[in-house]
């Protein structure tokens, strides 16, 4: 049985071989007509016929081609000691616009935050006094008191909770921007933030108009990105809070790289597409409390959960775990 590696390279080498026969590049009837894979074969396997013109580097002109080439990676002069390298420029930087070193925090669920992981934060701020951006990602507040689920009010009543939430996530921002006094801070919204307003819309629509929502993720100094569905781009990179389970799930719908949370389970995953662009999803775990009786939902869903942040610079994306 061909497996699908094999036979992509072998519908590389058919493509260029045909090529080199033509003396150009084949069209895609040229192609139907000499090809003995088939239409079908590269449609499966490259999804078009464009896309398998640029995997066998044709897109814009043919060259003569042995087979037997699809088959065999250059090699290269080994590197000694004494050689000096240049690098090649700009090969391996990301660029994210105005930013360059981004500290990108999960879920808080105020007022059940995990203050020794929230500590650690701090202690990554005073060691990269460079961070220039830092964005929250969404699920600021759990809003325990607008759960579907059954709740108790004897932790808090829905007027404590929001007030003490809101003081605590306005000490954190203070804190950061004491910390980064020249850094740009966003606030995204996620599925929890907005738990209140689902419940007004779901029994009172006609209030929608009359509903001051926003003002309570409003902080002196920090943007607030209101609409929690599609992603917030920052230099081509887009920040959304997430809604999809599975990492790199993200990155597949909106076909861009992404930063998310939602799932608590923080990572890097790579996408490559097939005309060899290379996505990355990155998932900024959370901060909130497991042991606080709002997030203990399931043994097995806590033990699957990563407290820690995202970090994104030029080299790249990273989860740090806590």
Known sequence: MVNSADLRHRLVAEVKQI?????RVPTRE?????????EKAYRLLFGGYSLLLQAAGLAKVAIKFDPAEAFHAPVEKPVSS?????PKSGTHELKFGSSKKILILGDTHFPWVN???????????????????VIQMGDLFDMYSWAKFPRSHL?????????????????????????????????LLGNHDIRPIKKCLEFAPELEPFLEFKKFFQFPGVELVEDHRHPFELGGVGFIHGFLGGLGAHARKFLRSIVCGHTHKGGVVTVPLADGTVLFEC????LGDPTSRPMSYTPTKMNEWTPGFAYLDEWGPRFIPL
């Open 283 to 286: 998932n900024a775990g959370y």
């Open 155 to 187: 932790l808090y009543n829905p007027q404590e909770e929001i007030r003490v939430a809101r003081e605590m996530a306005g000490d954190m921002w203070a804190k950061i921007q004491a910390m980064l006094p020249r850094a740009r801070c966003v606030q």
């Open 30 to 38: 040229e192609f139907r007509e000499h090809s003995k894979l088939g």
């Open 82 to 86: 004494n050689d000096t390298i240049v």
């Open 115 to 133: 203050m020794d992981a929230l500590s650690g934060v701090y202690a990554f701020i005073d060691a990269n006094p460079e961070i220039d951006t």
């Open 19 to 23: 090529a080199s026969d033509l003396g």
